[in-house]
């Protein structure tokens, strides 16, 4: 359980770090532009997944959103997709940032 917990509190300060260092041009470039944060997950209930209103909801989905809100970003676009597919999504520019768990495992 505490190395779960170390986990998501580094997944939290890496995505800190994410979206204020390394997107940080393109990223602040479309917010400027009135434009939408498009955060990317995987559907893993309860962590993160899509409510029957559309809505990006779990347990990460609901902290990046809080964590977004309390940094002033209202304007967020869901994109649900594969677990294999987040960081190529990431790297092609589908979306902005990503939530959901990705630990590494020995069996990986």
């Known amino acids: ?3 779960m917990i170390a986990g998501f509190v580094a997944g939290i300060a890496l995505f800190g770090m994410v ?3 390394s997107g940080a041009g393109p990223l602040k470039d479309r917010i400027a532009s009135g434009q939408p944060i498009r955060i990317g997950y995987s559907n893993e ?3 993160a997944y899509t409510a029957e209103d559309g809505k990006p909801t779990g347990g990460v989905n609901g902290i990046t959103l809080a964590v977004l809100k309390k940094m002033g970003y ?3 676009e869901p994109v ?3 677990w294999g597919g987040l960081i190529p999504g990431l790297n092609a520019g589908r979306f902005d940032i990503i939530t959901g768990g990705m630990f590494i495992l020995a069996s990986r």
């Open 45 to 47: 209930v309860p962590s």
């Open 74 to 76: 209202a304007k967020i």
């Open 80 to 82: 649900e997709t594969e």
């Open 19 to 21: 979206i204020s260092s």
């Open 1 to 3: 359980m505490k190395t």
